[in-house]
């Protein structure tokens, strides 16, 4: 396994993510403990999770199969930078009761002990905005930050789904304060959703931040939907499939999966491995709901783009440009 820094910080963490997300929903508590302990095998010490994973009446339930494994021991928690979010509320598909969403004082301090007594740990790496809050001011969510850096519960602080102006005004406070403010921003970030190159990666790199990219598959489209639907019978579901229903979109996937075939890259595989490429990348997050993709996953950070397959992705897959050029004259 290959390790980087977490943006400016001296936090060394592996090249891939393991995203948590599966873990509750569809991947039962023991494969789920499974596929951490391979992670952790592998070198992957790099886990995030948020506190409403589990959705719905089991929000939480992902926090919790976590914190069971790390009660294992065997320095499981020790070797993991553990990472997790908060802004959604707790309460099911109910609307939240006042107080217990978003990022007022009151929420983080209350988010922070339900966080850390679900993962069984006294402290939480990596502690994430889950979204940007309009109605709470940087003042107040830096303050509770603060003191919960001071109080041992948390190391450091990033950010989920911020646009570059947010990265901005919450770098700039932080810096006034005299603390360190935002070390990471997690966004959407792939192939065939290349948006963030057009201000949200300039600004994590200008401020220091460590870009990590959730969806690197774009919901399986990225990841050989054509081909398993043409040879396995496999249907596109979700986003892949309100994707594909463009024909425009599929004529583009096809030609990505031809380029690769041509080559004898796997498609999931290459998506990632574009992703480590990228200027202001720390690593990407895999999602597996089995060992078996996780497998696939990792053999991504072993795979090397030549530059003809390199020019052809980005030949199908053009970017923005740079801001303001992308909209600008």
């Not at 951490?36 to 948020?50: E, K, P, R, V, Y």
């Not at 996780?294 to 897959?317: H, N, P």
Request: a negative charge.
């Amino acid at each position: 396994m290959e390790y980087t820094q977490l943006g400016r910080t001296g936090l060394k963490v592996s090249r891939l993510v393991l995203g948590t997300m599966n873990f509750g929903p569809q991947t039962e508590e023991a494969e789920s403990h499974a596929i951490m302990d391979a992670a952790l095998d592998a070198g992957l010490n790099f886990f995030d999770t948020a506190n409403v994973y589990g959705w719905g009446e089991n929000k939480g339930r992902t926090e919790t199969i976590i914190g069971n494994w790390f009660a294992k021991g065997g320095g499981r928690r020790e070797k993991v930078v553990i990472a997790t979010k908060v802004f959604g509320g707790m309460d099911g598909d109910r609307e939240p009761w006042p107080n217990h969403d978003r990022l007022s004082a009151v929420n983080i301090r209350r988010a922070v002990d339900a966080s850390l007594k679900r993962l069984r740990t006294d402290h939480i790496d990596l502690y994430q905005f889950h979204h940007i809050d309009r109605l709470t001011p940087f003042e107040e969510i830096w303050q509770a930050i603060d003191v919960l850096v001071q109080q041992g519960k948390i190391v450091y602080a990033g950010s989920s789904n911020f646009p570059g102006y947010k990265i901005a005004q919450a770098n700039e406070l932080a810096a006034r304060r005299g603390t360190v403010g935002l070390v990471s921003e997690q966004c959407l970030y792939n192939l065939a959703e290349r948006r963030a190159e057009m201000e949200v990666i300039p600004a994590a790199q200008e401020y220091g931040l460590g870009v990590i990219p959730w969806s690197p598959l774009h919901g399986g489209l990225l990841g050989g939907v054509i081909k398993k639907e043409t040879e396995g019978g496999r249907r596109a579901s979700g986003r892949s499939a309100d994707a594909l229903a463009d024909t425009s979109v599929r004529a583009q996937v096809q030609a990505y999966e031809d380029l690769l075939e041509k080559h004898g890259i796997e498609p999931g595989e290459a998506a990632l491995a574009w992703l480590l490429t990228r200027p202001g990348v720390t690593a990407p997050i895999v999602g597996p709901r089995t060992q078996a993709q996780l497998e696939s996953a990792l053999r991504a950070v072993e795979l090397e783009l030549g530059d003809e397959v390199l020019t052809g992705l980005d030949g199908i897959f053009p970017g923005p440009g740079p801001s303001p050029e992308a909209f600008a004259w």
